[in-house]
């Protein structure tokens, strides 16, 4: 390829000169394309290019000619192209430039005869993108051989950076300008996995909105560099006072967020970069914004986890830099009522900030079944996809989008046969929930006559409802760290007390389990101080902060007992691993129960654990005999029996129910409650799907508590199945090394058994 020195390319494009001339030309009234045109044409003479051209992706790998200086005119909104397709497509699939004097040499070279480019030897093409969304590509060509300067793909890259901003702020392209289909709007089907079951139909909504820069071009590059010092000053010092709060100074997960932050906000090479996109002639936020889709570009390239991790603090921080840089008041963030949540992740506290009943669906795009936000969202009855890639770089705001956690779709801007499907199933859902209401008062009794019970689990004043529409018979797990997590700050005795009090009265005659403060691992209240730990799940967390710290657990048991003053009380306590913390555990709440007056007792007292590590299970024979009844936590037992993280997707599918090591566990656990007759329940997520349930239920365990919405599915599942049958199905398959989830399916599915 042989290499002439540029002669007019390279000269004429100081970016900073560019950016000036683009500002003064999109300052003068016009629609998107007479925009589109006015910057090919700059572009092209100030770079002493024969020509320049944008092509925008339409559609999700279409890209098409939206402007051009020096290729045909008719070919505007007709020449195309693939992603991957020719040096354009190259570009966008890619996300990087191209430059070659000798183009049809190249051999990605597609010639585009409608636009006359064959003569055209020259040319340097660049992504128009936004943190890792290509928008379209931007070109321009010689016919020479010349070779294009590193000033000149600099310059290119900045405009292109321009035009993807007010791409995205519609001021430069308005959605719909190039005919009916609104390009880049188009549906989107992305799977991922359904953690709560449900579909729901309504507009997106953006946890952490989209900030859109009004004007990526500034005015006075001074006054943006003094913008962007007072915004970097307001966030080290709100940074720093975050960093001072009591709640903090400890240490803990959020310390070593916020000392990240800190050091991002400090680091010479992003602020060295910043203050180099201002210099070019960039707004500070266009600038912030920069730099963050530079990141991306170079993430993208480099699938390193830790650069992932490090891209992830430097976008929250860059985040927030931009809210202090764009008015607040542009980017208000309430859902409306029937919104679908979009978030990359979210904690349990995040999501029980949302106003209940207002949110009709939630998408993640990391997160995982057992983790606890996918529990509280199945309490809410709220359908739930997590793991759904890329997918708030998608979807905007108001989108109409669809959630079907039964399998794990989203369908952003589906079409309309799509949703019409859609409102099908939803109605036949109703009718199933229908024929779900006329099971309520029946029995859960199998073929062969045995009676399960069946439960509920909850935690929020709002689940309570639930139990007389799902027909449950009592509250299996109360967990009443969900009530902490609600409140700011801890919730007093009265409080604590007039929660309980009120469960009680909503259950009336039912039992209630309830489970003392479970928190630790990822369930977090910012206002208690938790120390930073390696493994938390593994580590400082529920009973045995309670018998390390007695002062909160105390509180709740007296909270306990206050609320149940003449009426029945069951009490469990969360992760026991030792007969010995199950006993000082029980000791403290019978000595509160001393102090009493005899009237102020509770009318009946039970005492009870969770069983949620193996040790637990090979305890002493004391604890079966004394705990009055233990409930099978199976989320945190199998975590702990398989070691294999609940909250992490990579490893939380590698184990099941059925798997015959951890159904050996429970036949043990059955054996040793039966020889104590300790009554045994399983309340874990397992527990509210069909199958499992049906696998434990033959496995003698005749109390499961499940979410609301699962009672009346299982129900229908017992009530069809000979369980008997089923374990013999269950062992057979053990013994032949069959893998029994399949035989069990099969089983069921002959014998119409609904799973
Ligand atoms: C469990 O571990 O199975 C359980 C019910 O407790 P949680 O999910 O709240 O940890
Ligand atoms: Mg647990």
């Not at 007019?8 to 683009?22: K, T, Y």
């Amino acid at each position: 390829m042989s290499e002439i020195p540029a002669a007019g390319p390279g000269g004429a494009a100081s970016p900073r000169l560019l950016l000036r001339r683009l500002r003064q030309a999109l300052a003068a009234p016009g629609d998107g394309q007479q925009r589109l045109n006015q910057i090919v044409t700059l572009i092209a003479r100030s770079m002493a290019a024969e020509v320049c051209s944008v092509y925008l992706m339409r559609g999700q790998d279409i890209l098409q000619l939206s402007a051009t200086e020096g290729l045909k005119p008719e070919a505007v909104h007709t020449a195309q192209l693939k992603v991957g397709e020719g040096l354009v497509g190259v570009i966008a699939q890619q996300g990087r430039a191209v430059v070659t004097a000798n183009a049809r040499e190249h051999p990605e070279f597609r010639y585009l005869p409608e636009t006359g480019e064959e003569i055209y030897s020259s040319f340097l093409g660049v992504p128009i993108q936004k943190l890792g969304k290509t928008l379209g590509v931007l070109v321009v060509q010689n016919e020479r051989p010349v070779s294009y300067s590193e000033e000149d793909n600099e310059a290119l890259a900045l405009v292109a950076m321009v035009i993807a901003e007010m791409a995205e702020a519609g001021t430069l392209i308005p959605r719909g300008t190039f005919g009916d289909d609104q390009e880049n709007r188009e549906p989107i089907h992305i799977t991922g996995q359904g953690a709560a079951d449900g579909v729901a139909i309504g507009p997106a909504h953006l946890h952490e909105p989209k900030l859109l820069l009004p004007n990526p071009i500034a005015d006075d590059v001074v006054a943006e560099r003094v913008r962007l010092r007072e915004a970097l000053d307001k966030l080290r010092a709100d940074i720093d006072e975050m960093l001072n709060e009591e709640t903090i100074l400890e240490g803990g997960e959020h310390r070593d967020v916020l000392e990240t932050y800190r050091m991002f906000a400090n680091d010479p090479g992003w602020l060295r970069k910043l203050e180099e996109f201002i210099a070019t002639g960039l707004t500070a936020e266009a600038a912030v914004d920069a730099a963050r889709t530079e990141a991306r570009a170079k993430l993208n390239r480099s699938p390193d986890p830790y650069l992932r991790e490090r891209f992830n603090d430097l976008d929250d921080i860059a985040q927030r830099l931009l809210r202090r840089l764009i008015d607040p008041d542009k980017t208000g963030n309430q859902p409306e009522p029937g919104a679908i949540l979009f978030a990359r992740a979210l904690g349990p506290g995040e999501l029980m900030d949302y106003p209940r009943g207002v949110l009709a669906g939630i998408v993640l795009e990391e997160g995982s079944i057992s983790s606890h936000a996918a529990i509280v969202a199945r309490a809410l009855d709220i359908p739930l996809v997590v793991q759904a890639l890329n997918v708030t770089r998608d979807v905007d705001t108001g989108d109409t989008v669809i959630v079907n956690g039964d399998q794990g779709h989203i369908h952003l801007r589906p079409r309309d046969d799509v949703v019409t499907a859609y409102e099908e199933k939803l109605s036949l859902r109703l009718q199933e929930k229908e024929s779900f209401n006329a099971l309520r008062e029946l029995p859960a009794e199998s073929l062969d006559g045995t009676r399960v019970k069946l439960y509920m689990n909850g935690g929020l004043a709002a689940d309570l409802p639930s139990l007389n529409q799902s027909g449950a018979e009592g509250v299996g797990l109360l967990r009443t760290e969900l009530h902490f997590m609600l409140n700011k700050a801890m919730p007093t005795r009265e409080q604590q007390a007039g929660f309980y009090s009120h469960v009680l009265e909503k259950a009336d005659t039912r039992p209630v389990n309830f489970r003392t403060l479970d928190i630790g691992s990822d369930k977090v209240l910012s206002y208690l101080k938790q120390p930073r730990e390696e493994n938390p799940a593994l580590g400082w967390r529920a009973i045995r902060i309670g018998l390390d710290r007695p002062v909160v657990l105390r509180m709740q048991l007296q909270a306990l007992l206050r609320a149940a003053k003449g009426r029945n009380l069951r009490v469990m306590f969360p992760m026991v691993a030792a007969l010995l913390e199950f006993e000082k555990a029980r000791a403290m709440l019978l000595e509160e129960v001393e102090r009493l007056e005899e009237d102020a007792k509770p009318a009946s007292l039970k005492i009870g654990a969770m069983l949620e590590t193996p040790s637990l299970a090979f305890a002493q024979d004391r604890f079966f005999e004394t705990a009055d009844f233990i409930s099978i936590g199976g989320n945190d037992l199998m975590q702990f029996f398989f070691a294999a993280d609940r909250a992490n997707e990579k490893t939380a599918g590698r184990y099941e129910v059925t798997h015959p090591a951890f159904l050996s566990l429970i036949r043990m656990i059955v054996e040793r409650c039966e020889k104590a007759g300790t009554e045994l329940s399983f309340c874990g997520e397992a527990a509210g799907r069909p199958l499992d349930a049906l696998a434990l239920a033959s496995m003698g365990i005749t109390a499961l508590s499940m979410r609301p919405a699962s009672v009346g599915p299982v129900k229908r599942a017992i009530r069809a199945a000979n369980l008997a049958d089923l374990r013999k199905v269950a062992e057979g398959a053990e013994n032949e090394g069959v893998r029994v989830k399949q035989a069990l399916i099969g089983y069921c599915m002959e014998n119409l058994i609904p799973i």
